[in-house]
């Protein structure tokens, strides 16, 4: 890892030079610091053996929440190229904080609006979200919809709901009476299959399965209207829950639309797995909405709700829902304020004993944040 | 002395009327000479990228804000919060450069000038030899 961060660093202090020499070599990116509020408790009780525990959780931080460069080249009128990569979280590797990421890293042939191809480590279109869920300067949140924030990947695995990458993909807009917007794309499996320590035989980082993950989004767009579908089709690692390889089919809607100084978006996924057993699911559903208006063209606010139900998750099953509520001022083009109130909430829900709680016991959890950012882009 | 005033007047009003008309003009390497008003939402969309030809299109816009660049949004249907998401999306995830912004009209008809394939809007009265005038929109 730190051999990686530092080879990346490396490139990143010859990249000036490269610049200069070929002056299209375009390095732009942006950053986002957050002030957090966090107020959390679980509590986790069974009255019949007088079991009781709260686990509260309080605390205020500021933090480097992301930082992206992106450098672009156009190689002729048909090539380009594209890397993205990601530091979240106060990133040192010193104190191991946060995360170093090479999040992109594509060739892209554009032959016309209706034919362009990427090839290489890519965001792929599955809904609306998933190809900008991490360019916050596009986004009005702070904490994005649950299954693209990054901060509660320790909660789940959001890779389960939206495929995170893919490594080839063609799209574009077929002309009709409205634009329809299509994409197909194929990638690796479960990000589980993808060993992180390298053996004598194999490397790191590549799927040790030979099934690929393959999907496609088709969509309408017109004006400020978009909507499509989108679906996935590959194999979950369930090796913890003894199932081993299940396929797994992701279902994904999505609905967008701006009108006047309103604008809206919202999700669904459904993820089906064929377990192979009666009686166990591991399904999940995600659904999240927001309603936003422009008050002026610097001042926006919007409100947004979001649920997800996880079966392969006792805590989860019945869902977790949220709500928030956000606002930001556009300071200037590349500088933007944001604010945002989130709370979160499982209610009442029974966990199966386990070996550290032998008993039943009622579990509930509720989360509430409020969070100040400042997003540059450069 | 009445025809003299009559020819002021129509020449005044000939200047308001070129004066609130947006010219939309482009570098004389472009390879069209007119465009409809269609195109030229496609083009500020994002939505065309490319000339006939296949060259790629470089969009210039005004900086501050103006009655013209309002009339502009107008004619794309776009409020300038829309079309910023749209231009921040598109160049955020590597699809296409946002227009480049001039401080005004003069900067712009250099820029567009001086730059092949460059597209560019201002007002109709503004216009010289040095650009191709695709469009001219009351």
């Known amino acids: 890892m730190s051999k990686i961060a530092c080879a990346l660093f490396l490139s990143l202090l010859v990249l000036p030079g490269l610049a200069s020499a070929q002056s299209d070599l375009e390095l732009f990116g942006f950053f ?35 930082l992206n460069l992106f450098m672009h080249k156009q190689l002729n009128n048909d090539f380009s190229a594209w890397i993205n990569l990601e530091i979240k979280n106060n990133y040192s590797s010193e104190h191991f904080w946060g995360a170093f990421n090479l999040q992109e890293a594509w060739a892209r042939y554009y032959r016309n609006t209706s034919f362009i191809v990427k090839a290489g480590l890519l965001l792929p279109a599955f809904n609306n979200l998933n190809e900008v869920k991490n360019r916050m300067p596009y986004l009005p949140y702070i904490i994005r919809p649950v299954v693209y924030e990054s901060s509660f990947s320790e909660l789940f695995d959001q890779d389960d709901f939206a495929p995170s990458r893919a490594y080839f993909q063609l799209y574009g807009l077929l002309p009709a009476a409205v634009d329809v917007e299509y994409a197909l794309f194929v990638g690796n499996s479960d990000e589980d299959f993808l060993i992180s ?12 399965t030979g099934h690929f993950l393959l999907g496609g989004r088709l969509g309408v767009k017109s004006g400020g209207f978009k909507a499509g579908v989108s679906s996935t089709y590959d194999k979950d690692e369930q090796s913890a829950l003894g199932l081993g390889q299940v396929p797994r089919f992701r279902l994904g809607g999505d609905l967008s639309f701006s009108w006047r100084r309103w604008f809206f978006e919202s ?44 079966d392969s998750q006792p805590a989860l099953d019945d869902g977790i829902r949220g709500v928030s509520v956000g606002g930001g001022y556009r300071f200037l083009e590349a500088l933007v304020f ?15 004993p386990t070996e550290t709680t032998p008993v ?10 409020i969070n100040a950012a400042i997003s540059v882009s450069f | 002395m009445t025809l003299l005033s009559f020819i002021l007047v129509i020449g005044l009003f000939s200047e308001t009327e070129e004066q609130t008309k947006i010219a939309v003009i482009a570098n004389k390497s472009t390879p069209v000479q007119a465009i409809t008003v269609k195109e030229i939402r496609d083009i500020y969309t994002l939505k ?81 030899d040095a650009v191709t005038v695709l469009a001219k929109i009351d």
């Open chain 2, 48 to 128: 065309t990228q490319r000339w006939p030809n296949g060259e790629i299109i470089v969009l210039f816009n005004l900086k501050s804000k103006s009655a013209l660049k309002e009339k502009f949004y107008e004619v794309l249907g776009q409020t300038a919060t829309q079309l910023q998401r749209i231009w921040i999306r598109f160049e955020l995830t590597g699809e296409a450069k946002a227009p480049t912004a001039c401080k005004d009209e003069d900067e712009l008809l250099q820029k567009v000038a001086a730059t092949p394939n460059a597209i560019g809007y201002i007002s109709a009265n503004k216009v010289t």
């Open chain 1, 197 to 208: 320590a390298a053996t004598e035989t194999i490397q790191s980082g590549i799927d040790t």
């Open chain 1, 267 to 310: 999700e669904i996924i459904r993820v089906f797995h064929d377990e192979g057993r009666p009686n166990v699911s591991i399904d999940k559903l995600f659904y999240y909405g927001t309603l936003g208006y422009d008050f002026s063209d610097r001042l926006f606010g919007y409100v947004s709700y979001n649920f997800l139900e996880d």
């Open chain 1, 32 to 66: 986002q610091i957050n002030l957090a509020e966090v107020h959390s408790k679980v509590s986790m009780a069974n009255s019949a053996v007088g079991f009781r525990r709260d686990l509260r959780d309080n605390r205020n931080s500021f933090n480097v929440q992301q």
């Open chain 1, 338 to 352: 944001k604010m945002q109130y989130v709370y979160f909430k499982i209610a009442k829900t029974t966990l199966p």
């Open chain 1, 360 to 369: 039943p016991v009622d579990f509930r959890f509720y989360y509430h944040t």
